[in-house]
C-alpha cells in the first residue's frame, strides 16, 4: 500500500516511522514532512490547512490510506473532501472535528451528555464574561473558543490574571477570531493524564495511557507550552480506571456524535484530570497527540496499518492492540524563548551518538536542512524517545541520549516520567536521570 501522512513534527515523524515497519507498507509519503520524516518516506510541499491542496497530494502519490497528524486540516474538513474523492482517510469529518475546534461546542456537548467535565459558563463578550466571573470566582481557567495552538487556555489564580486574560482574547484580540468568545470553567485540581483511543465510531480501542507534561519547567511551573515530554507506561492507570473512563467518558462521546448525526471516526483524545471525584473531561482533541504518539508508537507490537484498516472499514469492535510491556519516555528538546518567540537556525549535533545508544529514537519537529547542514526551525525541535525494561531505566536511558545531543539554547525539563516513578514508589528518577550519559541500562528493542 501507498501510505501518506500529513504534518511535519514529531508526532508525524513517529508516525511515518510506524507506517513504515508495516508488511503492508510499499511507500511512505509526508506532507509537508521534515528532514527526519524525509530519512522515512518521501516529503512533499504541502499547505495542511487548505483540504483541497492536501487531496491533491494524495491524488498525486495515489495514496491507498491517508493518516493526519494535526488538527487543522480535520477542523477545516480534509476528512469530507477526500470522502467525496472516494480516497481512504483516517480522521473525523469537519462536523465531528468541532469536538477541538469550538471548546464552547465540546462543553455544551458534554453538558448534552452529562460527560463528567469542570462547571462552566459562555461568554460571547467581555461584560459577559466578567459576569461569568463574579459568579464562578477564582481560580478559574479562561478558554478561547478557537484553535490557538496551545495559547488559547490561562489558568489564573486571582481576579487581576482573570481580567487580563479576558482584555487580551476579547478586547485586544491577541489570538484574533479564535478568542472572541470563551469558555469560563472551574478550576479542577488532581493528575492530569492523556486518554487516546481509534474508533469507527462503535468500536473502541484504547492505547497504552499517557502523561504529557504541558508547562515549560520542571514540577509544571511556568506557561503552558504543546507539551514537553511524555511518557506511555500501562501503570498510569489499572485496569479498572481504564474501563470506567470508556464507560463514563469515551463512549457517551461516540454514542452523542453519532446521536447528534455526527458519527465520530479517528483517534479520539481525552485530556482527563482524575480528580477525587472520578475522571473529568479537560478537553477532546480530534486527532493523536504530541509528543504522546511517540512513546505510544515505539511501544506498539501490532501492524499498525492493520488497525487502521478496522477503522477504515468499520471492524474495530473486538480487535486489541498489542504493546511492548516495556514504557517508553520522550523528551522534547526545545528552542529558547519557547513557548514565546523561538530563537531558530541553530546547528544541532550529536544525533548519531544519540541513536547509537540502543532502544532510543529521534523524531523530528522544528528542524530543517540548509547548506548541509541541520538546523532548528521551531519551537520545539525534537522528541528523544527511549524505551527500557521499567521506566526509571527507560528515563535514564532518554536522558543519557538527550545529553549527546546540542544546539545553542536548547532548552528541556529534566522531570519527564517521574511521576510514573513516583507513583509506582520506586523513588525519583528525574534527578538521577539529569546526570546521565555515564549508564546506559540494558537492552530494549524498538
Ligand atoms: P486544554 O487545552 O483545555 O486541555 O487546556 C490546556 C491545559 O490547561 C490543560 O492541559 C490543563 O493543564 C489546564 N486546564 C484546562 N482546563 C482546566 C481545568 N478545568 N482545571 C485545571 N486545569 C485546567
Ligand atoms: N500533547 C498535547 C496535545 O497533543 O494536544
Request: charged content about 25%.
Amino acid at each position: 500500500m501507498k501510505l501518506l501522512v500529513i504534518g511535519s513534527g514529531g508526532r508525524e515523524h513517529a508516525l511515518t516511522w510506524k507506517l513504515r515497519e508495516s508488511q503492508h507498507s510499499e511507500d511512505v509519503y509526508c506532507a509537508p514532512g521534515n528532514p527526519g520524516i524525509a530519512q522515512e518516506g518521501e516529503c512533499l510541499p504541502v499547505d495542511v490547512t487548505d483540504p483541497l491542496a492536501v487531496l491533491e497530494v494524495a491524488q498525486q502519490v495515489k495514496a491507498d490510506l491517508t493518516v493526519v497528524g494535526p488538527e487543522a486540516p480535520l477542523v477545516a474538513g480534509v476528512v469530507d473532501e477526500f470522502e467525496k474523492a472516494g480516497l481512504a482517510i483516517i480522521g473525523p469529518s469537519k462536523a465531528a472535528a468541532r469536538l477541538e475546534g469550538s471548546k464552547i461546542f465540546a462543553k455544551q456537548f458534554m453538558q448534552r451528555h452529562a460527560i463528567p467535565t469542570a462547571n462552566f459558563l459562555v461568554a460571547e463578550n467581555f461584560d459577559e464574561a466578567i459576569k461569568a466571573l463574579e459568579i464562578l470566582g477564582t481560580p478559574i481557567v479562561i478558554k478561547a473558543d478557537g484553535l490557538a495552538a496551545g495559547k488559547g487556555v490561562v489558568v489564573a489564580r486571582d481576579r487581576e490574571q482573570a481580567e487580563k486574560a479576558l482584555d487580551e482574547f476579547m478586547r485586544q484580540k491577541t489570538l484574533g477570531a479564535a478568542g472572541e468568545r470563551v469558555v469560563l470553567e472551574a478550576c479542577l485540581s488532581g493528575e492530569e493524564i492523556s486518554f487516546i483511543v481509534m474508533t469507527d465510531g462503535r468500536g473502541i480501542l484504547p492505547f497504552s495511557p499517557t502523561q504529557d507534561h504541558k508547562a515549560i519547567f520542571d514540577n509544571d511551573q511556568g506557561p503552558n507550552t504543546g507539551g514537553m515530554g511524555a511518557y506511555s507506561d500501562d501503570s498510569i492507570l489499572d485496569e479498572r480506571q481504564r474501563e470506567d473512563i470508556v464507560r463514563r467518558i469515551v463512549a457517551p462521546t461516540l454514542a452523542g456524535m453519532a446521536a447528534e448525526g455526527t458519527p465520530y471516526r479517528g483517534f479520539l483524545y481525552c485530556g482527563l484530570m482524575l480528580t477525587a471525584n472520578g475522571p473529568q473531561v479537560l478537553e477532546y482533541n480530534v486527532r493523536l497527540g504530541d509528543p504522546e504518539t511517540q512513546p505510544t508508537l515505539v511501544r506498539l507490537r501490532s501492524d499498525f496499518v492493520d488497525l487502521l484498516a478496522a477503522v477504515r472499514e468499520g471492524n474495530l469492535a473486538g480487535l486489541e492492540a498489542h504493546w511492548s510491556p516495556s514504557p517508553a519516555v520522550c523528551v522534547v528538546l526545545a528552542s529558547k524563548g519557547y513557548p514565546g518567540a523561538p530563537e531558530t537556525g541553530k546547528v544541532i549535533t550529536g544525533i548519531e551518538a544519540a541513536e547509537s545508544l540502543g532502544g532510543v529514537k529521534l523524531f523530528h519537529a522544528g528542524t530543517t536542512f540548509r547548506d548541509r547542514k541541520l538546523l532548528t526551525a521551531g519551537g520545539r525541535v525534537m522528541g528523544v524517545t527511549a524505551i527500557a525494561e521499567d521506566l526509571p531505566s527507560a528515563i535514564e536511558r532518554a536522558y543519557a541520549a538527550v545529553s549527546k545531543v546540542n544546539f545553542e539554547g536548547m532548552q528541556y525539563r529534566h522531570d519527564i516520567g517521574a511521576k510514573g516513578v513516583r507513583r509506582r514508589g520506586t523513588g525519583t528518577a528525574g534527578g538521577r536521570a539529569l546526570r546521565a550519559g555515564k549508564r546506559v541500562p540494558g537492552s530494549a528493542k524498538l
